[in-house]
């Protein structure tokens, strides 16, 4: 008697262990396959409703390491502190959670709307690139900073590690399309460290990282290490030309 309640007391177990197992197995597909499926798709359907919106596309082929002067055609000299910060004055800001410009990373072969705001549900969750609002827009003075998931959802800065020194960033807009230069990049910092989206970025922890005077920067930052939100990994670029559409 004891034997067969001793069988079935494990038997039970074992079917409760499996169903788990098998309802954890559902929530990792949900999480990194399901999850990157549904926001590359939406992802995928703004940037090109922008561009139809826009007119053609521009066309940008991969870069190799360093800057490549002939990348955007007919350039604009970038301003200096004291100039206009964009060709033809600013445009007005974008509401909170639209889409309003196309970021493309050659090097790791990202194309992705930019959103205003870094909320989850209504921009990184989809698979966009959030803008941080209280920071300058694209080809202003300050910092344009972005963020953006390393990891599910898009995971659209899954591979920004890999950005070196001299790699090209472009910003798409309405009115123009912007090429930021990689300059630096921090590792690892706190989620705290508010210093790296400054307008003049330089972080609060690791001081020797960013810089000292004003000009016109770009911020890319998201989580690290992978699968982890405990620490920053941060990437910063120069504007270095700029054309009207």
Known sequence: MRRRLLVRALWGFAEVAVSLGVVLLLLVVHQLWWTNRLARDDAGRTVQALEREWGAPVSLSPSPPGPEPGAVSTPIPVPGPSSSAAPSGEPPSPRWDQAYAVLRIPRIGLTAPVAEGTGKGGVL??????????????????????????????????????????DRI????????????????????????????????????????????????????????????????????KLTAMRPR
Do not use: K, M
């Open 125 to 166: 969750d989809r698979g966009y690139v959030g803008h941080y609002t209280r920071t300058a827009q694209a080809g202003q003075a300050g910092n344009f900073a972005l963020a953006g998931h390393r990891n599910t959802h898009g995971e659209p800065f899954r591979r920004i590690d890999r950005l070196r020194r001299g």
């Open 170 to 237: 472009t910003v798409e807009t309405r009115e123009a399309v912007y090429t930021y230069t990689v300059d630096q990049s921090l590792a690892r910092t706190a989620p705290s460290d508010s210093g790296v989206i400054a307008p003049v970025p330089r972080s609060d922890i690791t001081t020797s990282a960013g810089y000292g005077e004003p000009g016109y920067y770009l911020t890319l930052t998201t989580c690290t290490p992978e699968f982890s939100s405990r620490y920053r990994l941060v990437v910063w670029g």
